[in-house]
């Protein structure tokens, strides 16, 4: 069992940046792939970038390609989501999820997800 949670959402302003946070427990973190999703209201669900469990991989959505960046700490149990420049069209909630399968962009392949944090962009 791995139980995750998120961090580190607000409001920021249109260009701004944010870092999302989300901490796990468990001493098998680093066996896991992480990732990140989010959803805004109205919408499904969608990728936004993933990492493997060593950190030497990581994969973006081509809408946040360039300006997000995922990272990982696995002597901290947590994964990091640095977000810059950013747009009014990534408002939502962020989820962290956590896959015994590999780094995806596919839901189904994440077997534990946190709660989600609010982040909300003003333009």
């Known amino acids: 069992q791995v139980q995750l949670v998120e961090s580190g959402g607000g409001l920021v302003q249109a260009g701004g940046s944010l870092r999302l946070s989300c901490a796990a427990s468990?001493?098998?973190?680093?066996?896991?792939?992480m990732g990140w999703f989010r959803q805004a209201p109205g919408k499904e669900r969608e990728f936004v970038a993933a990492?493997?469990?060593?950190?030497?991989?990581?994969y973006y959505a081509d809408s946040v390609k360039g300006r997000f960046t995922i990272s990982r700490d696995n002597a901290k149990n947590t994964v990091y989501l640095q977000m810059n420049s950013l747009k009014p069209e990534d408002t939502a909630v962020y989820y962290c999820?956590?896959?015994?399968?590999?780094?995806?962009?596919?839901?189904?392949?994440?077997?534990?997800w946190g709660q989600g944090t609010q982040v909300t962009v003003s333009s």
């Open positions: 990492i493997s469990w060593s950190g030497g991989s990581t």
């Open positions: 999820a956590a896959s015994t399968v590999g780094s995806s962009w596919s839901e189904p392949e994440y077997d534990y």
């Open positions: 468990g001493r098998t973190f680093s066996s896991y792939a």
